[in-house]
């Protein structure tokens, strides 16, 4: 009976949706987890068919595992990774439009696999419906229904804490008689939902909720600032064309590019531009992304990076107060730890893309897939336009940041999925692949350049890197960020121009040209990309911006073991930490 087709069918439906984080294995590589997504899997759907008892009863729950199956092939297959808030983010965020620019000629592709799915769900619904030889009737039923709700009232009791019951508890009294007792180490449920996450079809709840809660912070963090305004202005004439480009960079330290000195030569392109200035004295506050981009897009103060959100807005609403259109174009995540308090600042253009479907860590997008959407916005027909490019720039693992023509200085880790990163056995391949993953940056930079060029427009653009990166350097055994070293600190930054802005604003080449040597940080960026585009406001400090006769120093703090001054500490060792001479600053959280 059990072996009927419809009945074959419907077991076969289940089984291939919760394969789907084996997908894996196609390629011989076992998913982290393995038998602990298995078990979750197996316990999932035992509770969902003992809940409702009949396969036809909650099938309808399938449906968005139906709809995500050809998207989780497509990014394990491609991106060696699965759905994720991020891509959920992506797909509600496109319109129409942008899916089918995005897509390309793979757009008949996917409206095929959309097709053969929903026809696929019809059949296995339909199937359920009719037959009833996986009606779940006996008493295991009743059984499995009792020990899940035991299970349940045990996992909601830890959820509320409790104590341990012992004379040696230092809590007061009152809270012990307030607090339940915390149950044995043997009764107690624990649900690992990052695991839970990874299986199938039901994990996908927790990035939708995942998702949900993203969005709700996102909403909330605008909600602080939404009425903030700025009230910039732009005095030339509304129909006088002219493009602002912001690249910002990701893990580039300042003494890799050969247009800052090393021996190798990182920037043969750059190297030979007429109108650009390297600024040789450029510092990040934090070496995290999180929490220095959100200091160089807005007024935030590095001694406030690490407190969430801000109350004021970024460069991109002044712009727009000013009469430019904005962009935001993507090749980072855009939801996460590390990727939301970025996308705060973000929500505020007018268009935004998010092109990486991959991952900071594994296989993406190369920043070239950037330059399309690039292109489409210099051809949009607003006159003054500000677009940002948020790119993965030299990001770990570095061998996935360029293409195989740019894997010049080897040994290098091209071709390696998964190399053992923390090994200083690999200092040689490492160091190799960050200055391709730089020789990479200095051709795609060039790509952005000769677009602003063949636009025959008043035209210019700045780039930063958000943090640097420690290599090994010497006998220092620190790699990638977060050290507190001289390396991660350092950035390249570095502005080039047009010859027609050369003629429209010969003064502030003047000043660009004398303080590309100052004592700069991220919090300078803010104040000098408005200056750049002659943006003026009521509030505005000249004194910070490097095109400006009235640029001063200031201190540059840095989270070293408190707020250090950078211009007051030494660099100690090979690893060049950054001590201060004095008392650091607190840090506020």
Known sequence: MLLRPLNLFIAGTLLLLSAAPLIPMLSGELPVFFLNIVAMQFISLLAVWAVFKRPAWFFWLLAPAFIALPIEIYLQRYFGQGISPHHLGVIIESSPEEAVEFLGNKVWLVGAAALIMIAWFVLGWRAALRTRDLDWTDKSRWVILGLFGIGLALWLYGLKGGVPVSAG????????????PRLPAWAQIRIDTEVFGKTWPFGLIVHAYDFWNERKYLSELAEKSSRFKFGAHHDAPADRPEIVIMVIGESSRYDRWSV?????ETNP????????????????????????????????????????????????????????KTWWLSNQMSFGKFDTPVSVFAQEADVRQFANLGSV??????????LEPLTMA????????????????????????HPREYDKWQPSLYGIDRPAYTSPKLKTPINNSYDNSILYTDWFLSQVIGSLKSSGKLTSLMYISDHGQTLYDGSCNLAFHGHNTQYEFHVPALVWY??????????????????????????NIFHSLLDM?????????????????????????????GWADYDNAVMTGDCREVIDKGKPLVREK
């Open 169 to 180: 508890s230092t809590a007061p009294s009152s809270a012990l008689r307030s607090m339940p």
């Open 260 to 264: 800052n000195g090393y021996r190798r």
């Open 269 to 324: 392109l750059l190297g030979a531009e007429a109108n650009l200035v390297s600024l040789s004295d450029v510092i990040t506050s934090v070496s995290a992304t999180r929490l220095s981009v959100p200091v160089l897009m807005s007024r935030k103060p590095a001694t406030q990076s690490l407190k969430a959100g801000f109350s004021e807005k970024s460069f991109i609403t002044a712009f727009k107060e000013a009469g430019f």
């Open 361 to 370: 860590s594994r296989k993406s997008n190369y920043d070239e897939v950037l």
């Open 378 to 401: 210099m051809r949009d027909p607003a006159p003054r336009k500000l677009i940002v490019l948020h790119t993965l720039g030299n990001h770990w693992n570095y061998s996935h940041r």
């Open 498 to 523: 047009s010859d027609l802005y050369r003629a429209a604003y010969p003064g502030k080449i003047e000043r660009l040209n004398h303080n590309r040597r100052a004592k700069l940080s991220t919090e």
């Open 533 to 561: 585009a002659d943006i003026r406001y009521p509030a505005e400090q000249l004194e910070r911006s490097l095109f400006s006769s009235r640029l001063k120093p200031h201190k540059r703090y840095v989270d070293s073991y």
